[in-house]
């Protein structure tokens, strides 16, 4: 049933899969390659959904919502919980792909396993909590008349998602919006698309009824396509800023609901009380890990004036070990970027910053088994202006800023001086300070002395540019439903 993609000699995504079945497109010409990201090669094609297909697939989508939105939400939790299970049994399969396409090193690309079979586990508990999905009764003043709230699943939800964490994305979606009793329609990336063929593949293994969930493949027009669709509820967008401001236009239409997930400039702020060896553990973990390609990347690191040499001293030792290379290579620890335009674009910025002043404080290295794939070594910039693009723009690749403070106000200051909000690391040992730090940073989410944790139990969104709403966490499920009421007299 799941066929390993990587091991055929070059394979065709078909265009569509609707209803449980793959649709081919006719017109070869709108294919794209896909790339293996750390040679460069060509591993196959991807077909592309024509208006026709993607509308087919919606509707596929509208007509399995009635059964769907009856079926208990325990069986619904049952199938969930076989998703992960099969997601677990395939984690080698996935995994590999994910190297392929991307080029993770293979901590990376397990980590993205664990983190999508544990988002299908959380929500199938979810789902045989009963109480979640029973009406509640509101408690009025006028004992003759009952209030009840319920929730019921909104309807069809467009699933579009980028390329850094495919399965990653697609399952803190897919899960809640199946629990909820929402049907699919699946856009993924045009450039790790195998990735979330073979999810799907597992879902209907799983025993998922056909046109519960459907996947168009293409870029963005079919993502917009997807978008202005009449018989889309709503839209539950990941990707970049501007993206998500078409998003949202579209949706204004028709007013379909909207989760959007967008782009960040994230700070971690080093005070000067923290332990330096684990404010550089963060620090690279921050800024480089997936290679820079983190919407949760913090890549504005302040530090206190007080360590700010021996700050940069051991950041730049441990940049400068950072092993960058393809996944099969020994003690690899950064992957390349994902596409040649992709490092064509970060190294453009890059260029432009520096000509605009900013300098490089020191940079890792590429090797000779860099040499065809869509590699970048990390670089770190020191005291750039407040205005250059560095500072101000989301680079999405392997370059991090360093500033320093005098204050906690300075600090943030500086860290707030964004209109993204969507995540933020203090590295202190004081908790009185990491408290007000908390709450004065603008910030969806804040990490005090670990590395990016994220579990399905806590909520994922950001404020101002970075989104609207939040996926993963009880809220996660409630965004797939609508809030209604009832009124009724007591006799
Ligand atoms: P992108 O906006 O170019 O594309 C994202 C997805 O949207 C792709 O599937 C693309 O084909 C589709 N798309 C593009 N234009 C569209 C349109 N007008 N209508 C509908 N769909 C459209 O982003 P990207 O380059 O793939 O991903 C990088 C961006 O994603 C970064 O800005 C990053 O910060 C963001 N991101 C955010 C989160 C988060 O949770 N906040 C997570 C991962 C990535």
Not at 203 to 228: C, R, W
Not at 247 to 266: F, H, I, P, Y
Not at 456 to 483: D, H, K, N, T
């Amino acid at each position: 049933m799941l066929t390993l993609l990587a091991e055929e000699k070059l394979f065709t995504l078909p265009a569509a899969t609707i209803a449980g079945h793959a649709h081919q497109s006719a017109h070869a010409d709108t294919s794209t390659p896909i790339h293996n990201a750390s040679t460069g090669a060509t591993i196959g094609w991807q077909q592309q959904a024509s208006a026709a297909q993607i509308d087919a697939a919606v509707r596929a989508a509208h007509a399995a919502l009635p059964a769907w939105r009856a079926t208990a939400a325990a069986t619904r939790g049952d199938l969930l919980k076989k998703i992960a299970e099969l997601i677990e049994s395939n984690r080698d399969r996935l995994a590999e792909m994910q190297m392929q396409v991307s080029g993770k090193p293979p901590f990376e690309a397990g980590l993205d396993v664990s983190d999508a079979a544990a988002t299908f586990d959380y929500y199938a508990g979810l789902c045989r909590d009963a109480a979640l999905f029973a009406p509640e009764a509101i408690d009025l003043p006028d004992h003759t008349i009952t209030g009840e709230r319920f929730y019921e699943s909104v309807g069809v939800a467009a699933l579009i998602v980028p390329w850094n964490f495919p399965m990653v994305t697609t399952a803190w979606k897919m899960a809640p919006a199946l629990a909820a009793g929402c049907t699919v329609v699946l856009k993924p990336s045009e450039f790790t698309s195998p990735v979330e063929h073979l999810l799907a593949a597992i879902i209907a293994e799983a025993g998922v009824p056909d046109g519960v969930v459907n996947l168009v493949n293409g870029g963005g027009a079919v993502g917009a396509q997807l978008t202005t669709h009449p018989l889309i509820d709503k839209i539950s967008f990941t990707g970049s800023t501007a993206s998500g401001q078409k998003v949202m236009q579209a949706a204004a239409q028709d007013m379909k609901r909207v989760t959007l997930e967008l782009g960040g400039k994230s700070a971690l702020i080093v005070r000067a009380d923290a332990d330096i060896e684990g404010a550089v553990t963060l620090a690279v973990g921050g800024a480089f890990a997936n290679a820079g390609q983190m919407c949760s990347a913090t890549a504005r690191i302040l530090v206190h004036d007080d360590v700010y040499r021996k700050f940069m001293a051991t950041f730049e030792t441990a940049v400068r070990s950072i092993v960058v290379g393809p996944p099969t290579g020994a003690d690899v620890t950064m992957g390349p970027l994902v596409s040649a335009a992709q490092r064509d674009r970060v190294q453009t910025l890059l260029a432009q910053g520096v000509d605009a002043g900013a300098s490089v404080a020191f940079s890792g290295q590429l090797d000779s088994a860099c040499a065809n794939g869509f590699f970048m070594a990390p670089v770190v910039i020191a005291e750039p202006a407040a205005d250059n693009v560095l500072w101000t723009d989301e680079v999405f690749g392997p370059v991090a800023c360093v500033k320093s403070f005098r204050t906690d106000e300075e600090a943030i200051a500086l860290a707030n001086d964004t209109r993204y909000g969507l995540v933020a690391t203090v590295v202190t040992a004081d908790k009185e300070a990491a408290r007000r730090y908390k709450s004065q940073l603008r910030a969806g989410l804040v990490w005090i002395n670990t590395p990016q944790l994220i579990f399905p139990q806590v909520c994922w969104g950001g404020l101002g540019l970075s989104g609207i709403g939040r996926e993963l966490g009880l809220a996660g499920l409630r965004s797939y439903q609508e809030l209604r009421h009832a009124i009724a007299d007591a006799n």
